[in-house]
């Protein structure tokens, strides 16, 4: 069975960090590449982030360069998302999904990530 649970979300100020993580099991982790999602109430979903199987090559949205860092340990089977300098535009529901940008098949439950004041 397919598992991706996320964890590490929480309630932090603006210009605050987070580092999310998302363990993953019922698959072989290092074939598949591997991305983050996001979605705020009344939105649809925003890919924020994805890692190619090897974590050789990224993709970040315009939204968070330059501000979140993915990863990935493949010894580990765990996806990462090192965030920084959080905005109150970032709070939103963030999923780890399998697969690259625009993956719909395997998501895990989410964490929630809240940046305010």
């Known amino acids: 069975e397919v598992q991706l649970v996320e964890s590490g979300g929480g309630m932090v100020q603006p210009g605050g960090s987070l580092r999310l993580s998302c363990a993953t099991s019922?698959?072989?982790?290092?074939?598949?590449?591997m991305s983050w999602v996001r979605q705020a109430p009344g939105k649809g979903p925003e890919w924020v982030s994805a890692?190619?199987?090897?974590?050789?090559?990224?993709y970040y949205a315009d939204s968070v360069k330059g501000r979140f860092t993915i990863s990935r340990d493949n010894a580990k089977n765990t996806l990462y998302l090192q965030m920084k300098s959080l905005k109150p535009e970032d709070t939103a529901l963030y999923y780890c999904?399998?697969?690259?940008?625009?993956?719909?098949?395997?998501w895990g439950q989410g964490t929630q990530v809240t940046v305010s004041s």
């Open positions: 019922g698959f072989t982790f290092y074939n598949y590449d």
């Open positions: 999904a399998r697969g690259g940008v625009g993956a719909r098949g395997y």
């Open positions: 890692i190619n199987f090897g974590g050789t090559s990224t």
